[in-house]
């Protein structure tokens, strides 16, 4: 029997299904279109006022109860979990969370994430004696134990806290406008004034603003050297472009290795000679910033032949 031309159009069974076929894809468009609508702008605008707003909650506590913490340090986390969830659901969190697992990198990264901070502490500790300081006396030793357990809970309260949210949220969203160098320099004075309740709260001196505030727009540049060489040039992931592909792992141990080292340290050089320690650690910092411009080029922060800027890379 011949098959008609046109009978198809008039197929009842046949209608159904491409109509229900045309529907699905026609719903399943907007669905997909949704998950990245929000511009990088509007994301980094609701982590930054989130991150200050929850962080900053202690601190009229200090008022009422001195000698306090103004800050609750797991803002930054919390505020990135809760933008990835209203951006872009369950499936942006756990690609953020994700970021977590990246622990297989390159061991020459673990030496420079473990022994760069130390060494800057100790270089500007040594520098500072040499400049006529007393020798700073350590006391008894810690031990072990007792290092390893600072260490520890440095990794999570300081470490994991903020890097979850400064390096594994809001850096790859402000490489996606500006060079590395530059998101690096944005995010490290966002960093700084994210300080400004212990700054202000602190009545005796440990952390002077000035240099303390140097250096950490400083230590941002070489974190997001480490984030960058540790992933992929600072690309964010193909999956969410808010996501990036770095290790905050690495990040977090930089971070834990530099407070350790300096809670160890720094209260033995308590004394007159305690600003010239700030000093010279914030201005060895910036040298230590200005050598991986060089070395890794301000671009991608990464050494490698590509030199273009990282705009739009999603």
């Known amino acids: 029997m011949a098959h008609h031309p046109h009978?198809?159009?008039?197929?009842?069974?046949r209608l159904g299904v491409q109509g229900w076929r045309g529907r699905r894809v026609r719903r399943a468009i907007p669905a997909a279109h949704n998950q990245h609508s929000w511009p990088a702008s509007r994301r980094l605008t609701m982590f930054f006022v989130l991150a200050f707003l929850i962080s900053w909650l202690l601190w009229p506590l200090t008022f009422l109860i001195p000698g306090s913490s103004p800050l609750f340090p797991v803002g930054p986390a919390l505020a990135?979990?809760?933008?990835?969830?209203?951006s872009g659901g369950n499936g942006a969190l756990l690609r953020l969370l994700r970021q977590l697992g990246r622990w297989r990198v390159p061991v020459r990264w673990y030496?420079?994430?473990l022994g760069l901070p130390c060494l800057l502490v100790?270089?500007?500790a040594a520098l500072t004696v040499a400049g006529g300081a007393p020798a700073p006396d350590l006391g008894p030793n810690p031990g072990w134990f007792m290092l390893i357990g600072t260490f520890a809970s440095t990794l999570v309260i300081v470490g994991l806290f903020q890097e979850l949210g400064w390096r594994g949220y809001a850096l790859p969203l402000l490489q996606r406008n500006h060079t590395a160098l530059g998101a690096a320099l944005l995010l490290g004075i966002a960093w700084a004034l994210w300080h400004l309740p212990e700054l202000v709260s602190d009545t005796t001196g440990r952390r002077p603003s000035v240099p303390f505030l140097l250096m950490v727009i400083a230590q941002s540049v070489?974190?997001?050297?480490?984030y960058n060489g540790t992933g992929g040039?600072?690309?964010a992931s193909a999956e969410d472009p808010s996501t990036g592909t770095g290790s905050v792992p690495l990040c977090?141990?930089?971070h834990a290795s530099f407070n350790t080292c300096g809670a160890l340290i720094f209260p033995a050089l308590a004394g007159p000679h305690y600003l010239t320690l700030w000093w010279t650690l914030a201005l060895l910092h910036v040298l230590a910033a200005l050598v991986v411009i060089a070395y890794a080029g301000p671009y991608r922060l990464v050494r490698t032949l590509d030199t273009r800027a990282l705009?739009?890379?999603?």
Do not use: E
């Open 222 to 226: 070489l974190l997001a050297w480490v």
């Open 80 to 86: 990135a979990v809760l933008v990835a969830v209203v």
């Open 7 to 13: 009978a198809d159009k008039h197929h009842p069974t």
């Open 311 to 314: 705009h739009g890379i999603t």
């Open 111 to 113: 030496v420079l994430s």
């Open 233 to 235: 040039a600072g690309r």
């Open 252 to 254: 977090m141990l930089f």
């Open 122 to 124: 100790v270089a500007s």
